[in-house]
């Protein structure tokens, strides 16, 4: 399976489909298997798709040492390069989207376009749910930090049906992400601000953000739209965190017409 050479380690990576470039940019504990089969396939369609591992989680390499959601940047922009991708357009969800700010912010050449997702431009406390999953995840106890995390990143309407607990089992186990990393991925989010910068962002964004978040209020993604000059919102009605497990066909459709009918 691919790897890629960046910053000094291995990235892993998949790719598929065909058409413009878009990178997507999953958020904490998340790796290329999260996004769900459901939105990876209809996408592929479209674009010449990849979809990777954050240093430390799946199967990249591991990542022992403390760093910033601008670290994990540097990383996005390096495997850009190795891909030999001039720009793409980058989608980012949650930690993802904050990587995706600074990714826009600090190598603009790199990003097509760029679209942010249940994410935040920093300076807000933690909310409780979040401290709750946080605490759940810390005990090592997979089923009690699962079912934390389940309720916590989904609509209480997703949530009531137990198939969909058994997929985001399956999908969350189905590469490792230690608990040592998730956590160090906690607290580079929770150092996050880029609120004072946004404003000098020039890629054309779209923001997307459930209206049923409780890790990351609808608040947030109207504030990030707010500071982002020309950004287009997008709220997703009763949508909880992962928003494109909830309402992936409205997240495709949203995603096309903003990166194929907007600017190349």
């Known amino acids: 399976m691919p790897h890629l050479e960046v910053n000094g380690r291995r990235i892993f990576y998949t790719r598929r489909g065909a058409g413009p470039p878009l990178l ?26 990849v979809a990777f591992d954050h240093r430390g989680v799946g199967r990249s390499d591991r990542a022992d040492e403390p760093f910033a959601i601008a670290d994990l940047a540097l990383d996005v922009a390096g ?5 030999d991708w001039p720009a793409a357009h980058v989608f ?3 930690a993802g989207g904050m990587i995706a700010q ?5 190598q603009p050449d790199l990003v097509r376009t760029l679209t942010i997702g249940a994410s935040t431009s920093g300076g807000a406390a ?3 749910t979040a401290h709750r999953m946080m605490d759940a995840i810390a005990t090592h106890d997979l089923d009690h930090g699962l079912r934390t995390a389940f309720e916590a990143n989904l609509s209480p309407r997703f ?3 137990p198939a969909n607990f058994d997929t985001y089992r ?33 890629a054309p964004t779209l923001v997307l953000h459930g209206t049923a978040d ?4 609808p608040a947030n993604g109207k504030r990030i739209a707010r500071l982002i000059p020309g950004a287009r919102l997008e709220l997703l009605d009763g949508a909880g965190h992962l928003f494109w497990w909830e309402q992936p066909q409205r997240t495709i459709d949203l995603l096309r017409q903003h990166t194929l009918d907007g600017p190349a």
């Open 170 to 202: 399956r999908l969350t186990l189905a590469e490792r992400a230690p608990v040592p990393v998730v956590q160090t991925q906690y607290r580079a989010a929770l150092a996050h601000d880029t609120a004072s910068r946004l404003p000098t962002v020039t």
């Open 24 to 49: 997507l940019i999953h958020g904490m504990g998340g790796h290329h298997l999260s996004w769900g089969e459901w939105f990876l396939g209809p996408l592929a369609r479209d674009f010449d798709l």
């Open 214 to 217: 409780a890790l990351l209020s």
């Open 159 to 161: 949530t009531a049906d």
């Open 92 to 94: 980012g969800v949650a």
């Open 102 to 106: 600074e990714l826009a912010l600090r």
């Open 79 to 83: 495997l850009l390069t190795a891909l």
């Open 126 to 128: 933690a909310t409780a």
